[in-house]
């Protein structure tokens, strides 16, 4: 198993800036790929952005593309989010996941993962 916890959230105002960390222990050399991905209260968890932990490709989606940035750190087995230009509808609890590199949902799909972090609250203020 993989165990991924995250850590960052808090509130901010709109207009700033916020980063979050999720350090992933255990059978590490399971995961091919981290993703993180959101949930509003009583709406979907949506994917945010991916990257892949051997070739730091990274995946966003289109909503955040040019505020936010994926990346990671092999040797700390952890992977970064950094947030920019936060809107009050960015609030959300964001999860970290954990992909192996092969699976019937694409990466964009929070099928497509096996392991989730806990998740931490993003809160921000118009």
């Known amino acids: 198993q993989v165990q991924l916890e995250e850590s960052g959230g808090g509130l901010v105002q709109a207009g700033g800036s916020l980063s979050l960390s999720c350090s992933a222990s255990?059978?590490?050399?399971?995961?091919?790929?981290m993703g993180w991905f959101r949930q509003a209260p009583g709406k979907e968890r949506n994917f945010v952005a991916a990257?892949?932990?051997?070739?730091?490709?990274?995946y966003y989606t289109d909503s955040l593309k040019g505020r936010c940035t994926i990346s990671r750190d092999n040797a700390k087995n952890t992977v970064y989010l950094q947030m920019n230009s936060l809107k009050p509808e960015d609030t959300a609890v964001y999860y970290c996941?954990?992909?192996?590199?092969?699976?019937?949902?694409?990466?964009?799909?929070?099928?497509?993962?096996?392991?989730w972090g806990q998740g931490t609250q993003v809160t921000v203020s118009s």
């Open positions: 255990g059978r590490t050399s399971s995961s091919y790929a």
């Open positions: 996941a954990s992909r192996a590199q092969f699976s019937s949902y694409t990466k964009y799909d929070a099928r497509g993962y096996d392991y």
């Open positions: 990257i892949v932990w051997s070739s730091g490709s990274t």
